[in-house]
C-alpha cells in the first residue's frame, strides 16, 4: 500500500513519516487524490505566493528606513517572511518534484507546509486560524496523494531486431 520506511538517515526517515502517516496509507485506498496535479496547483500557488512574498519583503525594507530591523514589531514580521520564503520555495520544489511523478516530491511538499505552519505562527494576526486550517487540508491532500509508480525499464535483452 504505502510506500516503504527507508532505511536511511533519521531526518529522511521522519520526513518520509511526514509524506507518509499511517492514517493516509488507509485514506489513499478510499480517496483518489492525483499526485501530479496537486502537485502542479502546490506549484504555482506556491509560485505566485512567493512572487507576493518578495514584493511584501521589498515594501517592508522600504518602510524600514526610518525604523530599526531590529525593533519588536519588524523583527517578527521580517521573520516570518523570511520562513515563509523558504515555505514557498521547498512548496514550488516540493510541487513541481510530485507534478513530475517523483516520489521524493511528496516529502518536500510536506516538509514544505511544515515551515509554512512555523511561519504563520510566528508571523501571527488575525488569519493564523484560516491559514492553519488550509495548511491542514493542503497537508492532508498531500498526504493522500497517488503518486504513480514507473514500470521499471527493461533488461533490452529482447528488444532487439533479429
Known sequence: ????????????????????PPPARWARSRVA???PALGL????????????LIVGFAV????NG???LLSTGTAS???????QTVADLLLVIGGWG?????AGGRRVAALGLGVAVIGALVGGGGGVVVELVILAVLYTLVA???IPVAAPAASGAGDEPR
Do not use: E, F, H, N
Not at 536511511?8 to 509524506?19: E, K, N, Q, W, Y
Not at 517592508?60 to 518602510?63: E, P, Q, R, S
Open 1 to 20: 500500500m504505502g510506500t516503504p520506511p527507508s532505511q536511511g538517515a533519521p531526518v529522511i526517515r521522519l520526513l518520509d513519516r511526514l509524506a507518509d
Open 33 to 35: 487524490v492525483s499526485g
Open 41 to 52: 496547483v502546490l506549484a504555482l500557488l506556491a509560485g505566485i505566493g512567493l512572487l507576493v
Open 60 to 63: 517592508l525594507m522600504g518602510a
Open 66 to 68: 526610518r525604523v530599526s
Open 77 to 83: 514580521s521580517t521573520a516570518a517572511l523570511l520562513i
Open 98 to 102: 510530485m507534478s513530475q511523478a517523483q
Open 144 to 146: 493522500v496523494s497517488r
